[in-house]
């Protein structure tokens, strides 16, 4: 089945420690990324990734990294989480950057 | 800078009846406009995809315009279903860069 895969699903936190959001699609896409989602704002984009080892800022990306060493994985890091940073997390892909999106279940991150 | 309104913000309609959503956009220079839906608690799902040289599309009881000089989509769902209540959000991509566009959502409630 052709899917984005999102782990964890929930995940709490503290402020400051380090924590990693996985994203896997095996549809073989070029094109992923990453958005949050929070009441009143909207889905903003936060990195997204044409290729491997090719990534760029969306729109909010302050206080994440992300890598792409292999095609089907974009993991988001948040290497010092701060309290504002409690949302809900999407993972994307489509092929080529132009197409149908196809989106994960969503992570929701809490950082107390 | 590209930016998406969506009108109405909620609407509840007896189930039947055909409905019209409404997307809006300030930049016409886009590449192609997606709508998808949002169940609680889920991640989008891509509805209808139309490219900037297209009018409509049509999948099903759902046909998507686009009039990209006025910079306006709708979303026509016709003989509308309990099953159809849920959030549904219009985005697009702009032709000169990488970054979808959201907008705020309709949250949609068919009631039986």
């Known amino acids: 089945e052709a899917q984005v895969t999102q782990n964890p699903r929930y995940l709490i936190t503290v402020t400051g420690k380090k924590l990693t959001v996985t994203c896997s699609q095996n549809?073989?896409?070029?094109?992923m990324s990453w958005y949050r989602q929070d009441p009143g704002l909207g889905l903003r984009q936060i990195y997204y990734?044409?290729?491997?080892?090719?990534?760029d800022k969306g729109d909010v990306p302050e206080g994440y990294k992300v890598s792409r060493k292999e095609k089907r994985n974009f993991p988001l890091i948040l290497e010092s989480p701060s309290p504002n940073q409690t949302s809900l997390y999407f993972c994307?892909?489509?092929?080529?950057?132009?197409?149908?999106?196809?989106f994960g279940s969503g992570t929701q991150l809490s950082v107390l | 800078k590209q930016e998406v309104t969506q009108i109405p913000a909620a609407l509840s309609v007896p189930e039947g009846e055909n409905l019209v959503l409404n997307c809006s956009f300030t930049d016409s220079a886009i590449y192609n406009l997606q709508w998808f839906r949002q169940d609680p608690g889920k991640g989008l799902t891509s509805l209808l995809l139309?490219?900037?040289?297209?009018r409509e599309q049509t999948s099903g009881r759902l046909n998507a315009s686009l009039d990209k000089s006025s910079g306006r989509s709708t979303l026509y769902i016709a003989a509308s279903q309990p099953g159809d209540s849920a959030t549904y959000l219009c985005a697009v991509r702009p032709s000169y860069g990488q970054n979808f566009v959201f907008g705020p959502g309709t949250r949609l409630s068919v009631l039986p």
């Open positions: 549809m073989n896409h070029e094109y």
């Open positions: 139309i490219q900037s040289s297209q």
């Open positions: 990734s044409m290729n491997v080892e090719v990534t």
């Open positions: 994307a892909s489509s092929q080529a950057g132009a197409e149908k999106l196809f």
